[in-house]
């Protein structure tokens, strides 16, 4: 499981993310949404909704695969079945 405030603040960073906007939208305050981002863990609810608001799952803290978890896809076309058989190690 990744530390869960400094990867907030990393992804946060990167996508030139205004906290204060964040912090409105999940109803705390800027200065508490400052705190977390120094804090390793947070309550599930809330985690749930400030990676909402900033567009994220939040599962991705707690997958080992950094984001490139891949799973088996099916679809039903027009033309037939389509099945994708993903192993472990390919990348989409």
Same mark, same amino acid.
């Given at each position: ?9 990393r992804i946060m960073t990167e996508r030139r993310i205004v906290r204060k906007d964040i912090? $409105?939208?999940? #109803? @705390?305050?800027?200065? &508490? ?6 804090? =390793? ?10 990676? $909402?608001?900033? #567009? @994220?799952?939040?599962? &991705? ?6 984001? =490139? ?21 390919q990348k989409v």
């Amino acid at each position: 499981m990744k530390n869960i405030g400094p990867e907030l603040n990393r992804i946060m960073t990167e996508r030139r993310i205004v906290r204060k906007d964040i912090a $409105k939208e999940v #109803g @705390i305050t800027p200065t &508490y949404l400052s705190a977390i981002v120094r804090k =390793n863990s947070i309550d599930c609810e809330l985690l749930d909704k400030i990676c $909402k608001a900033i #567009g @994220i799952s939040a599962s &991705y803290f707690f997958d080992d695969t950094h984001g =490139n978890h891949v799973s088996d896809i099916s679809a039903t076309t027009l033309f037939g079945n389509a099945n994708v058989n993903i192993t472990q190690g390919q990348k989409v």
